[in-house]
């Protein structure tokens, strides 16, 4: 592929579309360009083309699939030869309201026909309106905005490290240590991966920050143990565990948390950046359990696509941290908060909510139905649309397998889980034809064991 046809690829697409669709509605189109270019001609885009010329320009960190995908609509994504693909993956958990929103589409157009950046040494509506609206909807009194769930994080620990120093001024030595736990998966910077259990993950980076201890996920009694000793500033954890395997905690470990903590001075840390805003059915995936934590750290589906993260905090927290002791230069910027405001409003409507709910049940019911008989299915889990299906192989050979068949799925845990999020608005037809290629893809497994 050309470097002219890589620039114009996207755009082309784009332009291909718009085409049409004006065309269709009957609306005249005139061009009117100064500059002469040369568009690509589609049909000779070829996916092995794209992947070796990326191959020669980016740094080596992904483990890309071998697609190149160029548009979506709904739930639907395409790639540069155009097939079709159903995407239970919503880029990661991120794309709630799917591919192309006609309400998020609207939020960024108009907004970037206004202001798009101008920092946080201004004050602008788009995030003002936000930050009312995640108050209004949840246990915190304030918000600090970010670009991403491990920056989140990072965010977190340092308020609770403040927190610890404010709280214990004439103490040399406040609490500074952290507890998180087994599975779990916090992000990549230096503090956030300090938090996440994967070893693969830490030591090429060693030594990370220190002072993090890991505890078996849903074991009370050495979590009480270790708040109890005074050391720790704050405890870290997923209400639903997603990279980790799709594990949920149960009330009565978060309970014990919230508990300890409490009577400890230590704070309680909720990462709801893949298991929040909506997936589960609820809003917040700790209203299930009817226990709040001090912070809860947000991010991926929050602005449907474009970066963002947020920080959660109570009052108490709140107090503790003053000017200039964290801060982001492209943080919380107008048109990323507008594109939040329309997914919020959307997302946090009682009816939508409903559905995720009734879908999710009805989606797992189905999994369980058609895949639960399988003697390499161990396990169907999850809640609403975040569900995982736990195998005795590696999963890899199932999603590839699924990809070949027109259906997109992630892997988590120790690589054995598939882990279906798809976007929110999915529809019960879509699930079931997910269900299908899945059940159809099974075989493959066969000969996996043999191997």
């Known amino acids: 592929m050309s470097y002219s046809s890589s620039i114009f690829l996207n755009n082309t697409l784009y332009l291909r579309r718009s085409f049409n669709n004006a065309r269709s509605s009957g609306i005249r189109i005139a061009a009117c360009l100064n500059v002469e270019v040369q568009a690509p001609d589609l049909n000779s885009i070829k996916c092995k083309e794209v992947m070796e010329e990326s191959n020669k320009v980016f740094v080596g ?48 157009t108009q907004q970037a026909h206004i202001l798009t950046h101008v920092s946080n040494l201004y004050y602008t509506l788009p995030q003002l309106e936000l930050a009312k609206r995640l108050i209004a909807s949840s246990f915190a009194d304030r ?61 090429p980076f060693e030594p990370v920050m220190p002072g ?39 009330q009565a470990f978060l309970q014990a948390l919230r508990t300890a903590c409490d009577s400890a001075g230590s704070l309680l840390v909720f990462d ?36 963002i993260g947020a920080v959660l905090v109570t009052e108490r927290v709140a107090a503790a941290i003053n000017y200039g002791d964290h801060g982001s230069t492209f943080a919380g910027g107008p048109l990323v908060c507008n594109a939040a405001v329309a997914v919020l409003d959307k997302i946090s409507g009682p009816g939508f909510l409903a559905s995720v709910t009734k ?75 997910a269900a299908e290629i899945l059940f159809n893809c099974l075989p493959v497994l066969d000969k996996t064991a043999k191997n």
Request: charged share 20%; aromatic share 8%; net charge neutral.
């Open 61 to 108: 960190t992904y483990a890309r699939v071998p697609l190149v995908l160029s548009s979506g609509k709904g739930c639907k994504l395409y790639d540069v030869e155009g097939r079709e693909y159903l995407d239970l993956t919503s880029g990661i958990a991120v794309n709630a309201l799917g591919h192309g929103d006609p309400d998020w589409i609207k939020a960024v």
């Open 272 to 307: 709801e950046v893949q298991c929040g805003l909506g997936r589960t059915g609820h809003l917040w995936a700790h209203e299930a359990y009817g226990i709040h934590p001090d912070i809860m750290t947000l991010a991926k589906p929050l602005a449907g696509g474009l970066p």
């Open 212 to 250: 993090v201890t890991f505890l078996e996920y849903g074991n009370i009694q050495a979590a009480k143990e270790l708040i109890e000793s005074g050391k720790i500033a704050a405890v870290f954890v997923e209400p639903i565990q997603g990279e980790g395997g799709i594990y949920s905690a149960t």
């Open 359 to 433: 879908k999710g049940q009805y989606f797992k019911e189905l999994l369980v139905k058609k895949l639960g008989g399988n003697l390499h299915v161990r396990e169907v889990r999850g809640v609403g649309l975040i569900i995982g299906v736990d195998l005795n192989v590696p999963a890899s050979p199932l999603v590839e397998a699924c990809q070949q068949s027109g259906l997109l799925v992630l892997t988590a845990g120790k690589g054995n889980v598939v882990r279906l999020v798809p976007p929110l608005t999915i529809t019960e037809q879509e699930l079931e034809h």
């Open 143 to 203: 918000v600090f905005f970010s670009n991403s769930g491990t920056e989140a994080n990072e965010a977190a620990i340092k308020f609770a490290r403040k927190f610890q120093r404010f709280s214990h001024p004439d103490e040399k030595q406040p609490p500074v240590e952290f507890i998180a736990f087994s599975n779990c998966f916090h992000g990549r910077t230096m503090g956030a991966v300090a938090l996440t259990s994967k070893e693969h993950y830490r030591s």
